[in-house]
C-alpha cells in the first residue's frame, strides 16, 4: 500500500493539492496522511494575555488545527468516497519542515504531495517558500508540488529535465517510471544547454544508462537552447509539447538547484503551470532500504 503525506493550510491552494493526489491514485490503495503544523505566537510582552476569552490561546490553535482535519477528511469523504484510500490525521505543534520529515521517517513515506503558490502573494514568482523549504529537506522521498489551481489530467505526456552529468539510479528514477506505467505516459527526455555542444563522454554514458532504465517507456530525448533561464526554458518547452508533468532530481548542481537560486528577475515567467515532480538524491541507504519497494511496484505494472 503506498504511502502519501498531504501538508494541509486548510486554503484552497492545499484542497487543490488534495484533490489532484485523490485522482493521480484513484486505482491505487493508499494511506494518506494529512498534516497540519501550528506554532502559536508567543507573546511578546507579560501585559499580553496568554487568554482569549477565558481560553489558553494554544488550546484554541490546537483546537483549530484539529478541526480543520476533520473538516478536510469529511469533505474528501463526500466528495470521492474511494474504497480503496485510508487517511490518517497529524495535528502537530512543530515546524512544517521538521515534522513533515519526522512523519517521513515514522511512517515510511511514499511520497510527498503539496500545493504551491507565489511567495508573499506574488504568483509569478517560482513557487511557494514553504513548498522550496520541503524540497530542498526532503531526502528521502520524493516531492510532487501541485500548482494553484491546477485541474487534474493524467499526466500521458511527462518530462524529465536533466544535464546528464549525474549517473542515476533505478531507485531513483523508479517514481517516474511507475507513473510513466501507471498512465502508458510518454517521456520527454529534455536537456538545456547554455550553447549546443555535443555530449561529452560521460554525458553519452549516462544517457545510454538513463534510456536503459526506461526501456519500458515510450520515451525520446530533446535537446533545447537555454532561453533567459531554465525555468523559462523548461516552461516553453512544457507548454509546446504539452506536457502534464515535469519531472527532476534534486542534487548539487542540478537544474532544480539551478532554479531555486535563479534571481526573482528570472523567475517571473515560469508560473508552475503543471505538477512539478522532484526526486531527492538517495544515498546508498536510502537506495537499499527502498529498492524491493521500487522493484516491486515496477513489477506489477
Given at each position: 500500500?503506498?504511502r502519501?503525506?498531504?501538508?494541509?493550510?486548510?486554503?484552497?491552494?492545499?484542497?487543490?493539492?488534495?484533490?489532484?493526489?485523490?485522482?493521480?491514485?484513484?486505482?491505487?490503495?493508499?494511506?494518506?496522511?494529512?498534516?497540519?503544523t501550528?506554532?502559536p505566537?508567543?507573546?511578546s510582552?507579560?501585559?499580553?494575555?496568554?487568554?482569549?476569552?477565558?481560553?489558553?490561546?494554544e488550546?484554541?490553535v490546537?483546537?483549530?488545527?484539529?478541526?480543520?482535519?476533520?473538516?478536510?477528511i469529511?469533505?474528501?469523504?463526500a466528495?470521492?468516497?474511494?474504497e480503496?484510500?485510508?487517511?490518517?490525521?497529524?495535528?502537530?505543534?512543530?515546524l512544517?519542515?521538521?515534522?513533515?520529515?519526522?512523519?517521513?521517517?515514522?511512517?515510511s513515506?511514499?511520497?510527498?504531495?503539496?500545493?504551491?503558490?507565489?511567495?508573499?502573494?506574488?504568483?509569478?514568482?517560482?513557487?511557494?517558500?514553504?513548498?522550496?523549504?520541503?524540497?530542498?529537506?526532503?531526502?528521502?522521498?520524493?516531492?510532487?508540488?501541485?500548482?494553484?489551481?491546477?485541474?487534474?489530467?493524467?499526466?500521458s505526456?511527462?518530462?524529465?529535465?536533466?544535464?546528464?552529468?549525474?549517473?542515476?539510479?533505478?531507485?531513483?528514477?523508479?517514481?517516474?517510471?511507475e507513473?510513466?506505467h501507471?498512465f502508458?505516459?510518454?517521456?520527454?527526455?529534455?536537456?538545456?544547454?547554455?550553447?549546443?555542444?555535443?555530449?561529452t563522454?560521460?554525458?553519452?554514458?549516462?544517457?545510454?544508462?538513463?534510456?536503459?532504465?526506461?526501456?519500458s517507456?515510450?520515451?525520446?530525448?530533446?535537446?533545447v537552447?537555454?532561453?533567459?533561464?531554465?525555468s523559462?526554458?523548461?516552461?516553453?518547452?512544457?507548454?509546446?509539447?504539452?506536457?502534464h508533468?515535469?519531472?527532476?532530481?534534486?542534487y548539487?548542481?542540478?537544474?532544480?538547484?539551478?532554479?531555486?537560486?535563479?534571481?526573482?528577475?528570472?523567475?517571473?515567467?515560469f508560473h508552475?503551470?503543471?505538477p512539478?515532480?522532484?526526486?531527492p538524491e538517495?544515498?546508498?541507504?536510502?537506495?537499499?532500504?527502498?529498492s524491493?519497494?521500487?522493484?516491486?511496484?515496477?513489477?506489477?505494472?
Amino acid at each position: 500500500m503506498k504511502r502519501i503525506l498531504i501538508p494541509t493550510d486548510f486554503s484552497q491552494n492545499a484542497w487543490n493539492a488534495i484533490q489532484y493526489a485523490l485522482n493521480l491514485f484513484k486505482h491505487q490503495e493508499c494511506t494518506f496522511y494529512l498534516l497540519n503544523t501550528y506554532t502559536p505566537a508567543i507573546p511578546s510582552s507579560r501585559f499580553m494575555a496568554p487568554m482569549v476569552d477565558g481560553v489558553r490561546i494554544e488550546d484554541a490553535v490546537r483546537s483549530n488545527s484539529e478541526n480543520g482535519l476533520k473538516r478536510t477528511i469529511e469533505q474528501i469523504r463526500a466528495t470521492f468516497n474511494n474504497e480503496k484510500h485510508r487517511f490518517e490525521t497529524i495535528s502537530s505543534f512543530n515546524l512544517l519542515v521538521d515534522e513533515v520529515n519526522d512523519v517521513v521517517d515514522t511512517y515510511s513515506i511514499d511520497l510527498i504531495v503539496a500545493g504551491t503558490k507565489g511567495a508573499s502573494g506574488m504568483d509569478e514568482v517560482f513557487m511557494g517558500s514553504n513548498t522550496v523549504r520541503i524540497i530542498k529537506s526532503t531526502k528521502k522521498c520524493p516531492v510532487l508540488a501541485i500548482p494553484k489551481c491546477f485541474a487534474f489530467s493524467a499526466p500521458s505526456e511527462m518530462a524529465f529535465a536533466t544535464d546528464f552529468n549525474r549517473f542515476y539510479t533505478a531507485s531513483e528514477l523508479a517514481p517516474l517510471i511507475e507513473l510513466a506505467h501507471a498512465f502508458k505516459a510518454t517521456v520527454r527526455i529534455v536537456h538545456v544547454q547554455y550553447e549546443i555542444k555535443a555530449l561529452t563522454e560521460l554525458q553519452q554514458f549516462n544517457l545510454n544508462m538513463l534510456r536503459k532504465y526506461l526501456d519500458s517507456v515510450e520515451h525520446y530525448v530533446h535537446t533545447v537552447s537555454e532561453l533567459n533561464s531554465v525555468s523559462h526554458t523548461l516552461e516553453i518547452f512544457s507548454q509546446e509539447l504539452d506536457i502534464h508533468l515535469l519531472a527532476m532530481l534534486n542534487y548539487q548542481h542540478s537544474y532544480m538547484e539551478r532554479m531555486t537560486r535563479e534571481p526573482i528577475v528570472k523567475r517571473t515567467a515560469f508560473h508552475t503551470q503543471i505538477p512539478l515532480l522532484v526526486i531527492p538524491e538517495l544515498g546508498m541507504e536510502s537506495v537499499s532500504k527502498r529498492s524491493e519497494q521500487n522493484q516491486e511496484n515496477l513489477v506489477s505494472n
